[in-house]
């Protein structure tokens, strides 16, 4: 009775010490201590790093820009240009692609046998190595590939066609087949969360698909584009696969300048690098966040997912 009570004592001293809070909250906070340590805290050593010089592998502890005027002063500039414009261009494609196909996965396809091929073909990649993934395209697209070799027997062309591969063109036909599952996904559960007499009742009340489309569909399935532009275009920036793999060296984009500068021990030049794609991300956010604000902000947008 005793031992009861001095435990019973020790554990009432030991929460004297705490806040009296909701148990929920001590949780969060658990939650949010690790991502700080985990996450955030890196982020903000390689932002500091950057701004920091080097003699040899020894730190200097003063502040300059001087990183940051190399990387532009050597193309840094195009480098960021040419990365933002791929990433952008290619989630546009991917988003234009990837819509019909899932609506027609979610409320198209009737086949059970189809669709559940689809799925196993929309999923295997996840499971597979992203060089993996990649280069069966350098088979198909080589000077001496499946795709030359078909233009040539045919009489297309008289000679191998050689910006199939290790060029601009490349380079997006590899992030295509790359990204093309983790932007579809995403809509393809948003989608399937429509109810099917929400399109009944448009076309009772006499609406066309394309009304139909733009009034209910896209409204509806907002979460899963916010969400597939997001998993694409993030991902695109700090690919460093399928630049190496189909670009040859020809297309850098920023991911690969950063593998190559740890290569060569400039580490205050790769976490300049690094600091920019952070940036871009932070800047992309901002823009999402300001594109979404006249439908009631990014919470309401998936709020609509209740339903």
Known sequence: MTMRHADSSRGLWGRGLLPRLP????TLSGFTTFWFLAVVLPLIGIVIFSFLQTKGVKIQWDWSFTAYEKLFFYGGGNLLERTIRIAATMTAIELLLAFPFAFWLA?????????????????VPFFLSPVARVIVWRAVMSIHG???????DVGIVSEPVEWLIFSDFAVHLGLLGQYFPAMVWPIFLSISLIDNEY?????????????TLYHIILPLSLPGIVAGIVFCFVPMLGDTVVPQQMGGGNVLMISHNVYNMIGARNFTMAAALATIVLAIMLAFQMILWAALRPMGGLANVFASLNR
């Not at 046998?113 to 999923?123: P, Q």
């Not at 499946?146 to 040539?152: E, F, I, R, S």
């Open 23 to 26: 148990g929920g909250i001590w």
């Open 146 to 152: 499946l795709v030359n070799t078909a233009l040539l």
């Open 199 to 211: 399109l009944e009742a448009s076309k009772d009340l006499g609406g066309n698909r394309w009304r």
């Open 107 to 123: 409320k198209g396809a009737k086949n059970q046998t189809l669709k559940l091929i689809t799925f196993t073909a929309l999923t």
